[in-house]
């Protein structure tokens, strides 16, 4: 090490900053020679480890289900039965009643925009008909394609019988209702006795998801398929970023730009039913495996530049310059020549 071995060293008391990590200071002159220096007071030391070091961003989310949409029917007639919030409904179930007869959900993008049935033209309408119906166990038309043939209202034919309806087999887009997959009921805007034809509830998927908040200069942090931490009611769950917002939007609060980061949780059940909970998300930004760790507070603040940490020997210090690396947690990585797990270094932390 060049220049005087006197230094002033990290310690309880004024503010600096030291890499981007805020430690407090104390300017405290050390004798040299590798003797302890005077005080009459003994030292606080901490090990030297090797372990791997994680630097790590903390926001704030919500528990929930995700995205809320809007579901409406096309059935003339007058609602005589609505399924209540939080009802899970899949392929096939009742979504709602009309004239106390059922309307189904179906899986499908594409809405019904004609009424099917033979001799009507190809199209992908037909195509998404006949799946629905074949997973439902109304098959016998060969795989789903876009031809309405006579196997298809056969098929169509029996799928009316199973719900009580008139078997005529032709589809009309008002016999059902469309959503991408299982949903979870999280309103119910149509009334009983009220209009067939029109928005009957809201939905949302059935995964649980946490929808958190970045400032938009993090959003390198939130990777698509990548693990986090998701801190509930004192539990630390896991969960898997699934969608990274790529437009930015103010907060009203802080003014800042921020992006929604949405997390699907690895297990729902663990999670509870409960939606719209407030939680804490850790996201991994980076990660040094086996390094030499040491608190922040043995670093020392050399008078020529750089840092060191003082090594204790038995009561006998010295300095070793060293190179820091990833801060987190209080903890730094350092690497210099000599320096190994098991020793020990004066510390203020």
Known sequence: MTGKRGRWFIAAGATAVVLG???AVVLTHVASG??????????????????????????????GYGKESALGGKKNGTVTWLPGRGDVLGRGSTAYTVDAKPVPLFYGSLPFYRVLNGGVDKGPDVKELEENLKALGYGGFGSPDEKFTSATAAALKRWQKSLGLAQTGSFDPADVVLAPGEIRVSSVTGQLGGPGAGEVFKYTGTARVVEAELDATKQSVAVKGSKVSVSLNGRTLTGTVTDVGDTAAEDKETGKAKVTVQ?????????????????????????HQDVLVVPVGALVALAEGGYAVEIDEQGKRRLVSVETGLFS????????????????VVTTS
Do not use: W, Y
Not at 55 to 63: I, M, P, R, S, V
């Open 329 to 344: 947690g209080g903890q730094v990585e350092v690497t210099a020549t000599g320096l190994h797990a098991g020793q020990r």
């Open 34 to 63: 590798g003797e302890p220096a005077a005080t009459g007071k003994p030292v606080a030391t901490a090990e030297v480890t090797k372990s791997d070091l994680k630097a790590e961003e903390n926001t704030t989310g919500k528990l």
């Open 21 to 23: 990590t805020t430690s």
């Open 263 to 287: 997390i699907r949780m690895a297990d729902p059940a663990a999670a509870g039913d409960v939606a719209d909970v407030p939680v804490s998300v850790r996201f991994t930004k980076e990660v």
